[in-house]
């Protein structure tokens, strides 16, 4: 039964909503056009011909009817008849003049029966024109809005027919009203009358409004303002009076006000209040007296106290120059006190003492020079305090100490020198902290060194969000914004004096914060961890945690100097250092130009090639008459003396411990002087220089010997160089370093005696840098002369020397043809096991893919054997390779003969320990049959038996085993060569051999127990064939007798 009268009433339901949906269809016959929006609404315009409407009307079925005339004041409203509107709650009248007929009847013409709001705003001059005939038949009305019609009269009895208004609006005209104008209404709740220049209201003008809960009179003039004017408004809460001009107020005014909750009397012309002004509005939630026109230079003593439901106070723009102590007493709900931009110069230590639910509190611009530490001692729920722009000069130990929920601070352009150590300890729960334009030089907490640094005297404010420094005197950052502080985002510290910073400094528990370090005086910005830092922090997290790491760090304005200090910020900024490190660090750059050194001044810092930056060394470290710097990019010791009209090397190269700390070499420039010479010994420092540039001098020899081995640049031009002794030329020979060098521009002489100078400059031509411009002093280029040139021989001497040459090396090329013929074998493994010539070896394309090098088969029995001797023997030898054992590389639990065929498959070679235990293991036998008839299948052998122990009687064996050992190669342990037989039978790393077989020969085991030649030919690129035992079996009889 329950459900079928749901069914009923969503039935019933959904048909009204479709009947009133349906009350109002697009007019057929009207001369309008017509249109549905997407919301349900429709468009007339009206008359229809298209261009000329002159009304626009908006319909919401239901809700409301609006009419703009279109020009504005168009009075053709006749166009609305017969429009069949149907029922709406709100008639809106726009830009058109007062109809020449009641509303009432110009509703009715477009079908509206009746509705609660008219709204008529014409925006032009109505002035007396609105009459009671226009308000007949309104009786339902209950909302009229006759806003902004520039009003100037009204007839007493306007409202007389519309005795249900319960809210009316008269705002924006220019009003006078009669005294009896509102004695219809009295049902009224909501009456604005703002902006109406009214100076002046009849006594008794509300006397019958007893249910009047709001009372707009901003923006008037009034000046008789009374007690008798409010008497009978005992319900209203709510009442304007701002910017009425007011210089003060009667003792009484609100005396029968008892129910008044809210009070604006902001914008007024006070020069004073009276004491108990408020005393009966015991009800009063908020007041506003603020915008004060004229000077107030106090407030009465209690003005605000005892008001006990009193919430929240603005007495900001007044002007105050000082407050009675006893202001806000007893109004103990007060949460929000403003009184910022006034002329406060100190505090009532007490004025707070009862506001215990204070919440918020703004003193900002005034200009209080102290505060007292009692002054906020019962404040524990503030949870926002203001106090920017004043002259405070230093916070002290308790004046925050009761701040326990304190999240908002703002102390901004104040004078701060001065923060006690435990100003902040209680305000644990602060999110924002302004402390920018100050003096501060100095947050450092005493007795708060930590292993990560200084802590400030912030270290409890653990929660901080937002902390700003700007624009004082601090030069370091404390270690707590970093470790402390995990939600920190914002750090603007721009404006200071900072000096310096390292990646360390950027290192911070908070994720994506905002590090604003601008216009300070960073000259050095050293990342030389960074990499480091980001590949520990970030060893195993994802990329988009990563990103979250980053701390963006704005660096504009600063004075960087572009020196070796700066070259991993170059990196960085041109994204060469490890991209890791980007999740760590982000710098904002935008035109962040360099500062110094000269050179690079105003040059943008990520155009700086890092490979150029140095830094200066100290002069006392350098050689008299020279400059030295640091090259950061390869570690070099920079030692210029170019140009210095210097006659002789210095005596030495800078040495000191720091420098050799820091650099690995020296490159010394000695361009542009008159030395004449090297000494034949050269001082301290000198085996570090790799690189001498000692052109453009007079040199007229040199003794290179006398230079570093290591040398890697040697410049020599534009000299009086004629020759270069055998001892220099060999020096330069051997110096593996050698990349450049340059000897053109020299008188060079050109004879017999220059013959190793010329087959070293033809040798060395790559490295010789103008190499076609080396010249002789007769002006002969080096690039054209040959050593025949220089030293003529006779021709039949070359001719006999020749032919006795050719016929030596024939000589020793047949010996070693026939030495090699007889013993090519035996050459070979040696020659292999030593690791010599294995270029001839190479492992075939059929093996690339192979998994193991070897698969070893052998009995458990001998496991100890493997373990200790062969798998440490073939693993860690050179080569070394990759087993396969049983105990390692199988799976468990897998099915064994899948195994057995799995890791002959996937190895190159099978290595057999064959023994006693062996020949009775069945797994044994197994496995050697599946690497047999692999080898078969493929024509290749891949089987290399160990014989470990003694067989005994071989006619024991399998026919497979048998018939394999009577034809093929087996090593026996304990051999002498066991080794390098074993590797030589192993497959050759790709990198050591070429072409060379790896058994060339079956060999088989003689008395001696050496390898021995057999009869079978040898396949020269393979490994040794296997058509020999194709079918071993056939002749098994033979081979064993």
Same mark, same amino acid.
Not at 298 to 306: G, I, K, V
Not at 358 to 366: F, P, R, S, V
Not at 490 to 508: A, K, M, V
Not at 819 to 826: C, D, T, V
């Given at each position: ?17 479709? !009947? ?26 009206? *008359? ?80 007396? &024109? ?262 405070? %000069? ?67 404010? %653990? ?35 900072? &000096? ?21 005086? +960073? ?73 110094? *050194? ?51 090397? *210095? ?102 005696? &220059? ?37 003529? %021989? ?32 035996? +050459? ?12 001839? !070896? ?111 009687? %071989? ?73 020999? +035992? ?12």
């Amino acid at each position: 039964m329950y459900l079928l009268k749901m069914r009923i009433c969503l039935i019933v339901g959904l048909l009204t909503i479709v !009947v009133c949906d349906g009350e109002f269809e697009c007019p057929s016959k009207a001369d309008c056009t017509c249109s549905r929006g997407i919301n349900g609404d429709y468009e007339l315009l009206c *008359p229809r011909a298209l261009g000329h409407a002159t009304l626009q009307i908006n319909v919401q079925p239901m809700k409301y009817m609006t009419v703009q005339c279109m020009p504005q004041n168009n009075n053709d409203l006749s166009l609305l008849s017969g429009l069949q509107i149907g029922s709406v709650k709100a008639f809106v009248l726009r830009l058109c003049p007062l109809p020449t007929m009641p509303f009432k009847d110009l509703m009715s013409t477009a079908g509206i029966p009746n509705v609660k709001t008219l709204q008529v705003q014409s925006h032009s001059n109505l002035g007396n &024109s609105l009459t009671r005939a226009h308000l007949a038949g309104l009786s339902e009305v209950t909302q009229l809005n006759f806003a902004s019609n520039l009003l100037t009269e009204i007839p007493e009895d306007l409202f007389q027919d519309t005795t249900n208004l319960t809210w009316l609006d008269m705002k924006n005209n220019n009003l006078r009203l009669p005294k009896g104008i509102f004695r219809p209404v009295p049902k009224l709740e909501v009456l604005e009358l703002g902006s109406n220049n009214l100076t002046y209201l009849e006594p008794g003008i509300f006397r019958n409004l007893t249910k009047l809960r709001l009372l707009n009179l901003w923006g008037n003039r009034l000046q008789n303002l009374s007690r008798s004017l409010f008497t009978d408004l005992n319900n209203l809460e709510n009442l304007d009076l701002n910017n009425n001009g007011l210089t003060t107020l009667p003792p009484d005014l609100f005396a029968d006000l008892s129910k008044l909750r809210n009070l604006n009397l902001n914008g007024n012309e006070f020069i004073s209040l009276p004491q108990g002004l408020f005393l009966g509005t015991i009800n009063l939630e908020k007041i506003q007296i603020h915008n004060n026109r004229r000077t107030l230079r106090a407030f009465p003593p209690a003005l605000l106290s005892n008001l006990t439901h009193l919430r929240e106070a603005y007495l900001n723009d007044c002007n105050l120059t000082n407050l009675p102590e006893d202001l806000l007493w007893g109004s103990v709900l007060l949460i929000n006190l403003t009184l910022q931009k006034n002329i406060l110069a100190t505090l009532p230590p007490y004025l707070l003492k009862d506001n215990t639910d204070l919440q918020k509190i703004n003193l900002g611009y005034n200009k209080i020079t102290e505060i007292p530490e009692v002054f906020f001692s019962n404040q524990e729920k503030l949870t926002t305090l203001d106090l920017r722009h004043n002259q405070l %000069t230093n916070i002290s130990k308790n004046v925050f100490s009761s701040l326990r929920r304190l999240e908002y601070l703002f102390l901004q352009d104040n004078d701060i020198e001065y923060i006690a150590r435990e100003a902040f300890q209680a305000t644990t729960e602060l999110k924002v902290l302004d402390l920018s334009r100050n003096k501060i030089a100095v947050l450092y907490a005493e007795y708060t060194d930590t292993d990560f640094g200084r802590h400030s005297i912030l270290q409890s404010a %653990t929660k901080l969000e937002t902390l700003l420094l700007s624009d004082n005197y601090i030069s370091e950052l404390y270690a707590d914004w970093q470790v402390s502080m995990t939600s920190l985002q914002i750090l603007d510290l721009s404006y200071n004096q900072i &000096s310096s910073l390292t990646i360390e400094d950027l290192q911070f528990l908070s994720t994506r914060l905002t590090m604003d370090l601008s216009y300070n005086n +960073i000259s050095v910005v050293t990342l030389d961890n960074a990499e480091t830092l980001a590949r520990h922090k970030f060893v195993s997290a994802p990329t988009n945690r990563q990103e979250n790491e980053s701390v963006r760090v704005i660096l504009k304005g600063n004075p960087l100097e572009c020196d070796c200090k700066a070259y991993y910020l170059v990196k960085f900024l041109r994204g060469e250092l490890d991209p890791r490190v980007e999740y760590i660090v982000d710098f904002d750059v935008t035109n962040f130009t360099c500062s110094g *050194p000269p050179e690079f001044a105003g040059r943008i810092v990520r155009a700086i090639d890092p490979r150029v930056l140095t830094c200066k060394l100290r002069e006392r470290d350098c050689p008299k008459g020279c400059s030295c710097s640091f090259r950061r990019s390869n570690l070099a010791l920079v030692v210029d003396c170019s140009f210095r009209n210097l006659t002789a090397v *210095p005596l030495s190269m800078p040495a000191s411990e720091i420098v050799l700390d820091v650099t690995n070499h020296t490159e010394l420039d000695l361009t542009g002087n008159r030395i004449t010479s090297l000494p034949n010994e050269l001082g301290k420092g000198y085996g570090r220089v790799t690189e001498l540039k000692i052109g453009h001098n007079n040199l007229t020899k040199i003794n290179i010997s006398v230079l570093s081995p290591n040398l890697e640049v040697l410049m020599l031009e534009n000299n009086n160089l004629s020759v270069i002794d055998n001892g220099s030329l060999k020096m330069l020979e051997n110096a593996k370093g050698l990349r450049l060098l340059t000897l053109h521009k020299n008188p060079w002489k050109c004879d017999c005696s &220059s013959k190793d100078l010329l087959l070293f400059i033809h040798r060395k031509y790559k490295e010789i840098i103008s190499f076609d411009n080396i010249t002789c002093a007769s002006g002969a280029y080096f690039s054209n002369i040959t050593k025949t040139d220089l030293c003529p %021989t006779p021709l039949g001497i070359n001719i006999g020397i020749a032919l006795s040459l050719l016929a030596l090396l024939g000589f020793i090329i047949c010996l070693i043809l026939v030495l090699y013929y007889k013993y090519q074998r035996e +050459i070979k493994v040696w020659l292999y096991a030593r690791g010599f010539c294995l270029w001839f !070896v190479k492992e075939e394309e059929l093996d690339k893919d192979k998994v193991y090098d070897a698969f070893v088969s052998y009995s458990h029995q001998d496991e100890r054997f493997i373990v200790d001797e062969l798998v440490p023997g073939l693993e860690n030898g050179s080569p070394s390779y990759k087993l396969c054992l049983h105990y390692r590389d199988w799976i468990v639990g897998d099915f064994i003969p899948n195994q057995i065929t799995r890791s002959v498959e996937d190895s190159r070679r099978t290595i057999v320990v064959l023994s006693p235990n062996f020949i009775e293991s069945v797994w044994g036998r197994m496995e050697f049959r599946a690497a047999h008839m692999k080898a078969l299948s493929e024509g290749r052998a891949r089987l290399i038996v160990i014989l470990y122990g003694e067989l005994g009687n %071989t006619d024991q064996l399998e026919p497979e085993l048998k018939a394999y050992l009577s034809m093929n190669t087996y090593v026996k342990w304990g051999d002498p060569w066991f080794w390098e037989k074993l590797r030589y039978a192993m497959p050759h790393p790709p990198n050591q051999t070429k072409s060379i077989p790896l058994i060339s020969q079956a060999l088989k085991l003689n008395g001696t127990e050496k390898l021995v030649n057999s009869a079978v030919d040898v396949n020269s690129i393979t490994t040794p064939p296997t058509n020999i +035992i194709v079918d071993p079996l056939k002749n098994l009889s033979s081979k064993l007798s």
